[in-house]
């Protein structure tokens, strides 16, 4: 039945669309205001169904371009899956271990696995970009950063 | 103030040490991020901002204007050099850049690039200063009802003009809409959409939205092409020089696309990216021989980088004057000014002259400075193409999270952003435009606000929009910014059946 990508992404949106407008009949009233604090996501989430509607029945096909774009190779998928639980242990991380170290771990690792091979070089940009961000930030802008586990 | 007091003190701020160092620095950045393929100045601003965090708003914002246009200025030098434009803005340098690069021409084609981004440029500062006072006179008797018919006619103005299918630049705009609703309502003070999150109760961050959905989804289509395109498919630079001849040619494309591309700039929706695909198609069609265009024409490659910088400083005048940004980089800037606590608007030009007049007078010393660094040193920031992609790749992911971070430090945001980044990169994927999103997020409450004072003022009554003349006419131009996807639709149509 959904022959087109379109279409799927229209179903996906009315759904996204549902759930908004539910959230928002479920927001209080508050009586002296001509215009509630519920009535523009009400309309909203009503448009966003009356386009995902108009998505669903567009005519405009994808050309065979445009469809080769979308096309990613199962590799790549991993590649962008692993950099992502790379990304997240980096945060989970990062308050924990503090900026320098956390940073210069995820910077190694990132770049080993996305086929760097100067090891050298790596260390070094990996060791010395996070270490002239946090001193930039902390002595300079006066931001701190995490420092973490190392004492400086 | 008088005005004439006003300029005195912005080039007063301009001209300082500390301004001219700023001014350095944010072209400097600018140059750099916007010459990498892929992040432009929407990512080159979102990265900048958290530096500004404490600076004087004045010296911040003047360096960040210049990371502004020194991110188009830098997008050519990949145009030319790799056929990979580094901003959206310089596609159509590629048409003659590329070409005159492949002829070992280069060198020329930069510095061709560079004296016409350099005119443009600095004509186009000339006409902004004529024209933001003077809007911005204008613009202080606007009450809510045209303030909301503005904003509603540059949604409608950047979701018609974008790329690809009008229903889902609407869509990305609604959703951005959407998400700027969460958080506490400012009027009633009600809790929306916060499921019991403290973090949500200020709303998210617009650094989160315009760093994910711009920065780590580049960042995830550099991750799929990591392995193409490097430097070595660079040509050689060979000379820089450009011959009278030449200079006379570039002459009257120069001329005409200051003008042009300024008042594409001006006009909402429009920006740098219009502007030069309709430099580009005006010069090929009153040109005497418009078989050279593509071949490596100087006037091809004049008309688009003249247009782009022209229109850079055209986007100033309504974000200055009325505090409302008409494309998805302006609308990035608005939010560099009001983290610095700095509302742009028609006020800013009477209650802050150092500001209004500081960032306008350091334009021309900016321009100056692209040029500097754009003629003798080019072939040494060329150099930053050569980083591997590996490298880029995670210190991009570093600078986000350093950006994100900064804001309320805390992890709760960056696990947002990283959110934000899978939905820009399925967005691209699926072919939905994020200019709309940012523009709509960042409207999004001042839109809201605005409706609702004007439902206030008019007791309820939506009659209020259709008998204040100016609001009317800018919705109804808004609706008729609709009619555009439609004729071209239309036209399509007839040259099929044909």
Same mark, same amino acid.
């Given at each position: 039945?959904?022959?087109?990508?379109?279409?799927?992404?229209?179903?996906?949106?009315?759904?996204?669309?549902?759930?908004?407008?539910?959230?928002?009949?479920?927001?209080?009233?508050?009586?002296?205001?001509?215009?509630?604090?519920?009535?523009?996501?009400?309309?909203?989430?009503?448009?966003?169904?009356?386009?995902?509607?108009?998505?669903?029945?567009?005519?405009?096909?994808?050309?065979?371009?445009?469809?080769?774009?979308?096309?990613?190779?199962?590799?790549?998928?991993?590649?962008?899956?692993?950099?992502?639980?790379?990304?997240?242990?980096?945060?989970?991380?990062?308050?924990?271990?503090?900026?320098?170290?956390?940073?210069?771990?995820?910077?190694?690792?990132?770049?080993?696995?996305?086929?760097?091979?100067?090891?050298?070089?790596?260390?070094?940009?990996?060791?010395?970009?996070?270490?002239?961000?946090?001193?930039?930030?902390?002595?300079?802008?006066?931001?701190?950063?995490?420092?973490?586990?190392?004492?400086? | 103030?008088?005005?004439?007091?006003?300029?005195?003190?912005?080039?007063?701020?301009?001209?300082?040490?500390?301004?001219?160092?700023?001014?350095?620095?944010?072209?400097?950045?600018?140059?750099? *991020? !916007?010459?990498?393929?892929?992040?432009?100045? %929407?990512? #080159?601003?979102?990265?900048?901002?958290?530096? =500004? /965090? +404490?600076?004087?708003?004045?010296?911040?914002?003047?360096?960040?204007?210049?990371?502004?246009?020194?991110?188009?200025?830098?997008?050519?030098?990949?145009?030319?050099?790799?056929?990979?434009?580094?901003?959206?803005?310089?596609?159509?340098?590629?048409?003659?850049?590329?070409?005159?690069?492949?002829?070992?021409?280069?060198?020329?084609?930069?510095?061709?690039?560079?004296?016409?981004?350099?005119?443009?440029?600095?004509?186009?500062?000339?006409?902004?200063?004529?024209?933001?006072?003077?809007?911005?006179?204008?613009?202080?008797?606007?009450?809510?009802?045209?303030?909301?018919?503005?904003?509603?006619?540059?949604?409608?103005?950047?979701?018609?003009?974008?790329?690809?299918?009008?229903?889902?630049?609407?869509?990305?705009?609604? *959703? !951005?809409?959407?998400?700027?609703?969460?958080? %506490?309502? #400012?009027?009633?003070?009600?809790?929306?959409? =916060? /499921? +019991?999150?403290?973090?949500?109760?200020?709303?998210?961050?617009?650094?989160?939205?315009?760093?994910?959905?711009?920065?780590?989804?580049?960042?995830?289509?550099?991750?799929?092409?990591?392995?193409?395109?490097?430097?070595?498919?660079?040509?050689?630079?060979?000379?820089?020089?450009?011959?009278?001849?030449?200079?006379?040619?570039?002459?009257?494309?120069?001329?005409?696309?200051?003008?042009?591309?300024?008042?594409?700039?001006?006009?909402?929706?429009?920006?740098?990216?219009?502007?030069?695909?309709?430099?580009?198609?005006?010069?090929?069609?009153?040109?005497?021989?418009?078989?050279?265009?593509?071949?490596?024409?100087?006037?091809?490659?004049?008309?688009?980088?003249?247009?782009?910088?022209?229109?850079?400083?055209?986007?100033?005048?309504?974000?200055?004057?009325?505090?409302?940004?008409?494309?998805?980089?302006?609308?990035?800037?608005?939010?560099? /000014?009001?983290?610095?606590?700095?509302?742009?608007?028609?006020?800013?030009?009477?209650?802050?002259?150092?500001?209004?007049?500081?960032?306008?007078?350091?334009?021309?010393?900016?321009?100056?400075?692209?040029?500097?660094?754009?003629?003798?040193?080019?072939?040494?920031?060329?150099?930053?193409?050569?980083?591997?992609?590996?490298?880029?790749?995670?210190?991009?992911?570093?600078?986000?999270?350093?950006?994100?971070?900064?804001?309320?430090?805390?992890?709760?945001?960056?696990?947002?952003?990283?959110?934000?980044?899978?939905?820009?990169?399925?967005?691209?994927?699926?072919?939905?435009?994020?200019?709309?999103?940012?523009?709509?997020?960042?409207?999004?409450?001042?839109?809201?606000?605005?409706?609702?004072?004007?439902?206030?003022?008019?007791?309820?009554?939506?009659?209020?929009?259709?008998?204040?003349?100016?609001?009317?006419?800018?919705?109804?131009?808004? /609706?008729?910014?609709?009619?555009?996807?439609?004729?071209?639709?239309?036209?399509?149509?007839?040259?099929?059946?044909?």
């Amino acid at each position: 039945m959904l022959k087109s990508i379109n279409q799927k992404i229209s179903i996906v949106l009315i759904v996204v669309a549902v759930g908004y407008l539910l959230l928002a009949f479920q927001l209080p009233s508050f009586p002296y205001s001509p215009v509630d604090a519920d009535v523009l996501p009400k309309g909203l989430g009503v448009l966003l169904i009356l386009l995902a509607i108009g998505l669903y029945f567009s005519k405009d096909t994808e050309t065979e371009a445009e469809k080769e774009q979308r096309r990613i190779p199962k590799k790549d998928i991993a590649a962008l899956l692993v950099v992502f639980v790379f990304v997240f242990l980096y945060i989970f991380c990062l308050e924990w271990l503090g900026f320098v170290l956390s940073t210069a771990i995820f910077i190694f690792f990132c770049s080993l696995y996305l086929g760097y091979k100067k090891h050298m070089t790596n260390a070094l940009v990996a060791i010395l970009f996070p270490l002239f961000m946090y001193v930039t930030f902390t002595e300079l802008l006066k931001i701190s950063l995490p420092q973490g586990i190392l004492p400086f | 103030m008088g005005s004439i007091e006003g300029v005195l003190t912005g080039f007063q701020v301009a001209f300082s040490m500390e301004g001219i160092l700023f001014v350095l620095i944010g072209v400097f950045v600018g140059t750099f *991020i !916007g010459m990498l393929p892929g992040l432009g100045p %929407i990512s #080159a601003i979102a990265v900048m901002i958290p530096i =500004t /965090f +404490g600076m004087d708003p004045t010296l911040a914002l003047v360096m960040m204007a210049g990371v502004y246009y020194g991110a188009i200025f830098g997008g050519s030098t990949s145009s030319i050099l790799l056929n990979a434009p580094g901003v959206s803005g310089t596609v159509a340098t590629a048409f003659d850049g590329y070409p005159m690069a492949q002829q070992g021409k280069a060198g020329k084609a930069l510095a061709i690039a560079a004296i016409s981004s350099f005119v443009g440029g600095t004509v186009s500062v000339i006409l902004l200063m004529l024209l933001a006072p003077a809007l911005s006179s204008v613009a202080i008797a606007f009450g809510p009802p045209a303030y909301f018919a503005l904003m509603f006619m540059g949604l409608t103005a950047i979701t018609s003009l974008s790329e690809g299918s009008t229903v889902k630049a609407l869509i990305s705009a609604v *959703i !951005g809409f959407m998400v700027a609703t969460i958080g %506490i309502d #400012a009027q009633t003070g009600t809790q929306r959409f =916060t /499921f +019991g999150n403290a973090n949500l109760l200020e709303g998210i961050d617009f650094l989160v939205i315009a760093l994910g959905l711009f920065a780590l989804a580049e960042v995830c289509t550099l991750i799929i092409n990591r392995k193409d395109l490097s430097i070595d498919n660079a040509h050689k630079l060979g000379s820089l020089r450009i011959t009278k001849n030449e200079l006379k040619e570039m002459r009257g494309p120069m001329t005409r696309q200051s003008f042009l591309g300024f008042l594409l700039g001006v006009l909402p929706g429009a920006g740098a990216t219009i502007a030069s695909f309709i430099g580009y198609i005006t010069e090929k069609k009153i040109s005497k021989k418009p078989e050279e265009f593509g071949k490596g024409s100087v006037k091809g490659l004049a008309a688009p980088e003249t247009a782009n910088n022209a229109a850079t400083s055209g986007a100033f005048v309504p974000l200055l004057s009325l505090g409302i940004p008409g494309s998805g980089t302006t609308a990035v800037m608005l939010g560099a /000014f009001l983290v610095l606590g700095v509302q742009p608007g028609p006020l800013l030009m009477t209650d802050h002259p150092e500001i209004f007049w500081g960032i306008i007078a350091s334009m021309y010393i900016g321009n100056v400075f692209l040029l500097v660094l754009n003629l003798p040193l080019i072939p040494y920031i060329s150099k930053i193409l050569k980083i591997p992609r590996p490298l880029l790749i995670s210190l991009v992911i570093m600078f986000s999270v350093i950006g994100v971070y900064a804001i309320n430090f805390n992890t709760f945001d960056l696990y947002l952003l990283l959110l934000f980044g899978v939905i820009g990169f399925l967005m691209r994927i699926f072919r939905f435009p994020a200019p709309p999103f940012i523009l709509a997020f960042i409207l999004g409450g001042m839109m809201e606000q605005a409706f609702r004072q004007s439902l206030t003022i008019s007791n309820g009554s939506l009659a209020i929009f259709i008998q204040e003349p100016i609001a009317l006419s800018l919705l109804i131009v808004g /609706f008729l910014s609709f009619m555009f996807p439609l004729v071209r639709l239309l036209r399509n149509r007839k040259k099929e059946r044909v």
